[in-house]
């Protein structure tokens, strides 16, 4: 529908553009490990995953949400919520 057909462009298409997607799409073939790229790989590709991963492996052993009541600790290994006293 919107593509050119028989000669008609109805988009005018701009050389940067695509230059820059020729690029894109290529870049598999022109990629170098340089420092910078090695750094970024290590740091996006292992770093920040094995530190979120520690974040929530330290929260899921710190708290336990099952079976707790309204008002009692969600800290693992305390006591269940004390019964109100009767006067």
């Known amino acids: 529908m919107a593509g050119g057909h028989g000669g008609f ?3 005018k298409l701009d050389p ?3 230059r820059w997607s020729s690029m894109r799409e290529n870049v ?3 990629f170098k490990f340089t420092k910078r790229a090695t750094r970024q790989v290590f740091t996006w590709g292992f770093v ?3 530190l979120i991963a520690t974040i929530a492996v330290t929260f899921d052993n710190k708290y336990d949400w099952a079976g707790k009541q309204k008002g009692s600790s969600l ?3 305390t006591p269940a919520k004390p019964a109100p ?3």
């Open 9 to 11: 462009e109805p988009v």
């Open 16 to 18: 940067a553009i695509e």
């Open 28 to 30: 598999f073939q022109h």
């Open 48 to 50: 920040v995953p094995a």
């Open 75 to 77: 800290l693992k290994g």
């Open 85 to 87: 006293a009767e006067k």
